[in-house]
């Protein structure tokens, strides 16, 4: 939401103060990058970011997303309404993330593209000259996220055609929300699969940006499983954040759940309760918690819906599954889902494959099986830099 945010500020027809951006890798590399573009920042992320609405649109630039997979797409569709040229970086796990299908549709619209299947190093060149494309994105929601936060900016507008069934649905919905905040008419057909957007400005003012709902998992899952009691600010029931629906799951598991607007208390039970199969594909972030979570409850669960895992930082299906063996627990993994049976982890140096979501997660199953370690500790830097200053102030006796 943060990332969406900025971009939109970068092409309002007014300044933006925008409130709640979080301290993380995935933020300063976006920072990075519209100052690279020449836009102008003002203010702090405590006190609030003064973004003013103006971008390069002609230089030539070299911009490095370091390993945030929102930034790239939505800096690569930004780059449709630039005239310079643009080559896109990044780290090692970004530059394997999967690009085609978002540079497909701006290659329809007009743009010149060089790139080998879609992976960094990528060569934008715009503007774009035509107001229609299609996409596929059956890979990642982002790739239409992206599409429709530049379209208001766009000489003619535009109009996004799905040719596939859309991933993580719930993602797309916010993005149409958070625009829509700003002022802009989305016009959605009634089978949801083409999505219109006229020529128009985003207004400015002050932004607030809610709490992340995928941050908030693993401090419930810690109250679940430790029958403990954590209140969660800025998280509630005003959330179109996905994740926010990983409360449901502890309530599946035995949990007591108390919910605001803007706040979130979680009980965790005496006994947990069992859960033996559950589809996540409308929340697969949070999926790697769960894993964590399984060896502790009281049978196997199934937790399927991942296909979509297979295409972040690491395979988040095929690495858990290796940790979770190496911790002498059995698991089975299957193309979209992993079965996952009780047991006692052994203290186990937990591998993170440069994936915050991993070292995160596993930190959950360590609070239960004493010796365990994670490795490459501060790559939970890239979404969520104070977590283990979070999870150490509140759990550790």
Known sequence: MALRQLVMSTLAKEDSVLHGLPPCDDIDAMLDCLKQLQVSMSGDLESGLCIEGFF???EDLDLNA???GVSLRLLLALSALRHGITIFHGEPSLANRPNAPLLSALEQIGCRIE???GKLPIRISGPSKTHATSLDASTSSQFLSALLVIAPSLPNGLQVRLKSELASAAYARGTIDEISKRGIAIEVSQDERVFSINPQSYQGGEISIEGDASASTYHMALATLHGATVHIDNVGTDSWQPDYAFAKVCE????????AATRTTITGPRILQKLEQINMAAMPDAAPTLMAMAPYLPTPITISGLATLRHKECDRIACPAKE???AGIRVQEDDDKLTI????PIATEFETYDDHRMAM???????KTRGCRIRDPSCVNKTYTNFWRDMGSAYVN
């Open 252 to 259: 599946l598991l035995g949990a007591s759940v108390q919910r």
């Open 66 to 68: 370091r390993q945030s």
């Open 56 to 58: 390069n649109r002609s």
């Open 341 to 344: 049976w009780p047991g006692n």
């Open 115 to 117: 790139s080998i299947d």
């Open 361 to 367: 997660a596993f930190a959950v199953l360590a609070t």
């Open 324 to 326: 979770l063996t190496r």
